[in-house]
């Protein structure tokens, strides 16, 4: 069975920083595109950020690019997110998801809650 | 940017009555492979996302088959025969064809 777990969210103050992870399991985490997907509260779907089975390869929406960074560890099934100068419209639920070569994205962890305030 | 327009945004349905959602892309979604990587998701109240179909009209296994999808180039439908209790949530269309970009329609709301 597929599981992607979320953990490292909080309460953060507008430009402080969080580093988001995701512990894989039930699958071979090194062979697949993976990606971190936002929801604000009461919104919609934001696709973040992804990255390459190795790592060297990584994409980001506009109003992350500089702040966010993605990366992996294959060797502990492990996906992550920093963020830093967090802002006020960053605050969401995050959500590791798999990617799937001809699909798209075909599993979803539980999420994560951020939320930047003073 | 690929942008996806759903509609409606919301949906009063009543239950064993059909339903129809629509997703409109700003631009063709057909791939240079000759594949169209538009899919539609589930969200349930409380929970996250699921996939229900990919590549327009392929259902996830567990799926079940009042599900269908339809459409090409920029016009998508989503369509349940007969609704259930079990159907209610947020239904969104996604494009993986400018992968390894993502866009979502806004949601459409499923409500008896």
């Known amino acids: 069975e597929v599981l992607l777990v979320e953990s490292g969210g909080g309460l953060v103050q507008p430009g402080g920083s969080l580093r988001l992870s995701c512990a894989a399991s039930g699958f071979i985490f090194s062979s697949y595109w993976m990606s971190w997907v936002r929801q604000a509260p009461g919104k919609g779907l934001e696709w973040v950020a992804n990255?390459?089975?190795?790592?060297?390869?990584?994409f980001y929406v506009d109003s992350v690019k500089g702040r966010f960074s993605i990366s992996r560890d294959n060797a502990k099934n492990s996906l992550f997110l920093q963020m830093s100068s967090l802002r006020a419209d960053d605050t969401a639920v995050y959500y590791c998801?798999?990617?799937?070569?001809?699909?798209?994205?075909?599993?979803w962890g539980q999420g994560v809650l951020v939320t930047v305030s003073s | 940017d690929i942008v996806l327009t759903q509609s409606p945004l919301s949906s009063p349905v009543t239950l064993g009555q059909p339903a129809s959602i629509s997703c409109r892309s700003s631009?063709?979604?057909?791939?240079?492979?000759?594949?169209?990587?538009l899919s539609w998701l589930q969200q349930r109240p409380g929970q996250p996302p699921r996939l229900l179909i990919y590549?327009?009209?392929n259902r996830i296994s567990g799926v079940p088959d009042r599900f269908s999808g339809s459409g090409t180039g920029t016009d998508f439908t989503l369509k349940i025969s007969r609704v259930e209790a079990e159907d209610v949530g947020v239904y969104y269309c996604m494009q993986a064809t400018q992968f390894p970009q993502y866009s979502f329609g806004q949601g459409t709301k499923l409500e008896i």
């Open positions: 990255i390459n089975q190795d790592g060297s390869e990584k």
């Open positions: 631009q063709s979604l057909v791939h240079s492979d000759g594949n169209t990587y």
């Open positions: 998801v798999r990617d799937l070569t001809g699909v798209g994205i075909d599993y």
């Open positions: 590549k327009i009209s």
